[in-house]
């Protein structure tokens, strides 16, 4: 989970994220009541129908590049892909890039010290898009925490689904005055992106335990929906592979740990 502070002249604001966790197979308690209110969407869709769905109603801005940060236990390389076999980059954890609202985005995740030799092929689905002051864009990056366990629950075979919200103030405050980590988790067989808009706004599906590469004939929708991607001023590992956005936005720092 990250913290993230913006100082103005006279305000300091808090930004929060939180995580519903979803384990296939796993009996987990569920924290919230599903209630009266209902979510058409749920995360267990064909991957990528939530967001699209969104840019459809919400029309974003495809020039507009949201940052992503995505952090690992400890140590490892995370390299992503857009609907190519050839990573657009790959850097050291944590790694910080750009990418569009309202499409899917393949990572690969190697060189764990905790896990020698393993590979996982998490997907982030981009549901929704920061507002930052302007040339602050890289400030506000979309946490992507991928944690030991979860990792460890993907190599045992089982799906691991987070569904990273913003949440509401009001409701932070009431369920957490210390401003603690809650561990948050739904049952399966409930709609965790619906738990997730009751206490905020849900921002990205992560998806860990999926199907690996098993060859040169993976599907390209394997491997994400196309959007645009730019590694921003983190200095990614060569591919030789072109950016897919010429729509770029002027650089600004990468918030670093």
Same mark, same amino acid.
């Given at each position: 989970?990250?913290?993230?502070?913006?100082?103005?002249?006279?305000?300091?604001?808090?930004?929060?994220?939180?995580?519903?966790?979803?384990?296939? *197979?796993?009996?987990?308690?569920?924290?919230?009541?599903? *209630? &009266?209110?209902?979510?058409?969407?749920?995360?267990?869709?064909?991957? *990528?129908? !939530?967001? =699209?769905?969104?840019? @459809?109603? @919400?029309?974003?801005?495809? /020039?507009?590049?949201?940052?992503? @940060?995505?952090?690992?236990?400890?140590?490892?390389?995370?390299?992503?892909?857009?609907?190519? %076999?050839?990573?657009?980059?790959?850097?050291?954890?944590? !790694?910080?890039?750009?990418?569009?609202?309202?499409?899917?985005?393949?990572?690969?995740?190697?060189?764990?010290?905790?896990? %020698?030799?393993?590979?996982?092929?998490?997907?982030?689905?981009?549901? &929704?898009?920061?507002?930052?002051?302007?040339?602050? !864009? /890289? =400030?506000?990056?979309?946490?992507?925490?991928?944690?030991?366990?979860?990792?460890?629950?993907?190599?045992?075979?089982?799906?691991?689904?987070?569904?990273?919200?913003?949440?509401?103030?009001?409701?932070?405050?009431?369920?957490? %005055?210390?401003? @603690?980590?809650?561990?948050? /988790?739904?049952?399966?067989?409930?709609?965790?992106?619906?738990?997730? =808009?009751?206490?905020?706004?849900?921002?990205?599906?992560?998806?860990?335990?999926?199907?690996?590469? /098993?060859?040169?004939?993976?599907?390209?929708?394997?491997?994400?929906?196309? *959007?645009?991607?730019?590694?921003?001023?983190?200095?990614?590992?060569?591919?030789?592979?072109?950016?897919?956005? &010429?729509?770029?936005?002027?650089?600004?720092?990468?918030?670093?740990?």
């Amino acid at each position: 989970m990250n913290t993230l502070f913006n100082f103005s002249r006279k305000l300091q604001v808090m930004l929060r994220f939180a995580v519903f966790t979803v384990v296939a *197979g796993v009996s987990s308690t569920s924290l919230g009541q599903q *209630g &009266d209110y209902f979510q058409p969407l749920n995360e267990k869709m064909m991957p *990528g129908f !939530a967001a =699209d769905t969104l840019a @459809r109603v @919400r029309q974003y801005d495809p /020039s507009w590049l949201q940052p992503v @940060r995505v952090e690992l236990p400890t140590a490892g390389t995370v390299s992503v892909y857009s609907a190519t %076999p050839q990573p657009n980059a790959m850097f050291e954890s944590p !790694a910080q890039f750009s990418v569009n609202a309202g499409h899917i985005y393949r990572l690969r995740i190697a060189d764990m010290p905790e896990f %020698p030799g393993v590979e996982v092929y998490p997907s982030i689905e981009i549901l &929704d898009r920061m507002h930052p002051p302007d040339c602050r !864009a /890289s =400030d506000y990056p979309i946490p992507v925490v991928l944690t030991e366990a979860d990792i460890r629950e993907a190599i045992n075979g089982r799906m691991v689904t987070n569904v990273v919200y913003l949440e509401q103030p009001q409701l932070a405050a009431m369920l957490d %005055p210390l401003r @603690r980590e809650i561990p948050q /988790s739904v049952n399966p067989a409930d709609n965790a992106l619906q738990e997730a =808009d009751r206490l905020g706004r849900p921002m990205i599906i992560v998806r860990i335990g999926g199907r690996t590469p /098993s060859g040169d004939f993976m599907p390209y929708m394997y491997y994400g929906s196309g *959007g645009g991607f730019d590694a921003g001023e983190s200095i990614p590992i060569d591919t030789g592979v072109a950016k897919l956005s &010429d729509k770029r936005r002027p650089k600004t720092s990468v918030a670093r740990r």
